[in-house]
Every structure is written in structure tokens, then in C-alpha cells.
T-cell receptor, first 117, second 111 residues
Framework: DTGVSQNPRHKITKRGQNVTFRCDPI?????LYWYRQTLGQGPEFLTY????????KSRLLSDRFSAERPKGSFSTLEIQRTEQGDSAMYLC???????????????FGPGTRLLVL | TQLLEQSPQFLSIQEGENLTVYCNSS?????LQWYRQEPGEGPVLLVT?????EVKKLKRLTFQFGDARKDSSLHITAAQPGDTGLYLC???????????FGKGTKLTVNP
């Protein structure tokens, strides 16, 4: 399977604990995006990388959240001191940025479902 | 922030029926995308519409982009249980690479 993969698929944690999720994009894709989706809502943008550079961050990304893409390949999203409101599906997507103005298609992974007790 | 309003929020129909779901905004978009999401999975892109008035067909699914590029519709003919899922519309916000999604229409097709 050469699609976007995310690990773990499910995570249950207690309030106050730290959690880290991993995303492996499609291999040749240079852009990687993180979204969060709560029940009954569409995905909400959190941040994105082009190669290893983090180019945009949403105001939803509080200082407890940090994302990295150290070598421009896989990415991690860490949430420190989790709160019950962090319970959501965390989705990763990747795309191949080429020259030109047309926006490229974002391919989504299956997500990591987080439950904070 | 542009808002994408989707309607209806929920739709439950019998196999074989036709249906239309809508995505509306007060903003003009250069393009608009439709995704389908199944429970526990990520969204999968169905189509991108770019030109005002454009109609695209994907088997039994017909997508239309409004003339003013502010709204879009998805029509499904002879719905099947396999069409069950959350249908999301999305567009890029302004000049950014940020995709903004509607809340989706949750479709259930009963056999």
C-alpha cells in the first residue's frame, strides 16, 4: 500500500498525558498537512509542511501542540498535557507541489482517533 | 473566514432513490472539491470542479459548480448502500494552502 499511513490508528490516554502521532506521506510528496476532525464536523486545518519547513499554522494549534517533519519525509504531531477537548480524529494528508498555480490534490490517511479520559 | 454550508446535514433514503446534496457559500472560489468519508477513515477525493457552470459525472454521481462559483451540488442517481458515507465539500481559503471543509452531509442508503 503506497498511500498515506498513520500510526497509531487509535489512542486512549488520560488527561494530562502527552501523546505523539506519526504520519508517513506518499513517498514522493513534498507537502504534508495535519487536520483535526471532531464528531459532526468536517476536518479543520492545523498546519502544513513543505519538505521540512513548517509554512502555516492555524490558531487552533495551541502551544500544547507541536508538529515536526525533520527530514522532510514522515511527520509527528505531539500533544502535551492532553485535555478532554483534544479528543478527535487527527488526519494527515500529503500532496506533490509542482510549479504552476493550480493547487494539487491532497491525499488523506486513515487518521488517528484520540480519546482523552 | 469563508464558510461552507452543507445541506441537508443528514439524509436517510432507500436503495434506488435519487438525492441531491448542496454546498453553499457567500464567497467565490477558484475551485471546489467533493470528498466522501467512511466511518473511521480519511476523506477520499471524488472530484474537483473549477469552471463556473461546470458539470462532472462520476458513474451515478453528478457534480455541478454554480455559475458564480459560490455553490455546488452533488446528485446521486439510483443510490446504493455502498454510497453510504459522509459527503464533504471543501475549498482553499484565499491564497493559502489551507483546505476549508463544510460539516458534511451524512448519507445512509438502506437496502
Amino acid at each position: 500500500d503506497t498511500g498515506v499511513s498513520q500510526n497509531p490508528r487509535h489512542k486512549i490516554t488520560k488527561r494530562g498525558q502527552n501523546v505523539t502521532f506519526r504520519c508517513d506521506p506518499i513517498s514522493e510528496h513534498n507537502r504534508l498537512y495535519w487536520y483535526r476532525q471532531t464528531l459532526g464536523q468536517g476536518p479543520e486545518f492545523l498546519t502544513y509542511f513543505q519538505n521540512e519547513a513548517q509554512l502555516e499554522k492555524s490558531r487552533l494549534l495551541s502551544d500544547r501542540f507541536s508538529a515536526e517533519r525533520p527530514k522532510g519525509s514522515f511527520s509527528t504531531l505531539e500533544i502535551q498535557r492532553t485535555e478532554q477537548g483534544d479528543s478527535a480524529m487527527y488526519l494527515c494528508a500529503s500532496s506533490l507541489r509542482t510549479s504552476g498555480r493550480r493547487r494539487e490534490t491532497q491525499y488523506f490517511g486513515p487518521g488517528t482517533r484520540l480519546l482523552v479520559l | 473566514t469563508q464558510l461552507l454550508e452543507q445541506s441537508p446535514q443528514f439524509l436517510s433514503i432507500q436503495e434506488g432513490e435519487n438525492l441531491t446534496v448542496y454546498c453553499n457559500s457567500s464567497s467565490v472560489f477558484s475551485s471546489l472539491q467533493w470528498y466522501r468519508q467512511e466511518p473511521g477513515e480519511g476523506p477520499v477525493l471524488l472530484v474537483t470542479v473549477v469552471t463556473g457552470g461546470e458539470v462532472k459525472k462520476l458513474k451515478r454521481l453528478t457534480f455541478q459548480f454554480g455559475d458564480a462559483r459560490k455553490d455546488s451540488s452533488l446528485h446521486i442517481t439510483a443510490a446504493q448502500p455502498g454510497d453510504t458515507g459522509l459527503y464533504l465539500c471543501a475549498a482553499f481559503q484565499g491564497g493559502s494552502e489551507k483546505l476549508v471543509f463544510g460539516k458534511g452531509t451524512k448519507l445512509t442508503v438502506n437496502p
